[in-house]
């Protein structure tokens, strides 16, 4: 089992940064996949980025690309969001979520496919 914890979020002018960091429990967690989500008010939770087991394989949301960068160290159970150029239309609560992945390199970007999910961290972005 996983525990995940999300933070970094905050209040940012619009063209600025955050990253958001995901920090996971237990001894296997190179054996998850990972994925950011977000969720505005009024509206479902979406797809934002992932990230394999390995960390050799990513994938992003069209919204996402060019702007976003997934990354994770297993050796300290973290994952991070780097958040660039951001938009008041990125404002949401963004969800790290974590679910067991057969193969290294196994990406997961449904919601209902991930196991556990942290209880997630506010960006607001002002214009």
């Known amino acids: 089992q996983v525990h995940v914890v999300e933070s970094g979020g905050g209040l940012v002018q619009a063209g600025g940064s955050l990253r958001l960091s995901c920090a996971a429990s237990g001894r296997t967690f190179s054996s998850y996949a990972v994925g950011w989500f977000r969720q505005a008010p009024g509206k479902e939770r979406a797809f934002v980025a992932a990230i394999s087991r390995s960390g050799g394989r990513t994938r992003y949301a069209d919204s996402a690309k060019g702007r976003f960068t997934i990354s994770r160290d297993n050796a300290l159970n973290t994952v991070h969001l780097q958040m660039n150029s951001l938009k008041p239309e990125d404002t949401a609560v963004y969800y790290c979520?974590?679910?067991?992945?057969?193969?290294?390199?196994?990406?997961?970007?449904?919601?209902?496919?991930?196991?556990?999910w942290g209880q997630g961290t506010q960006v607001t972005v002002s214009s």
């Open positions: 979520a974590a679910t067991g992945a057969p193969f290294p390199n196994t990406i997961v970007i449904v919601t209902v496919e991930y196991e556990y």
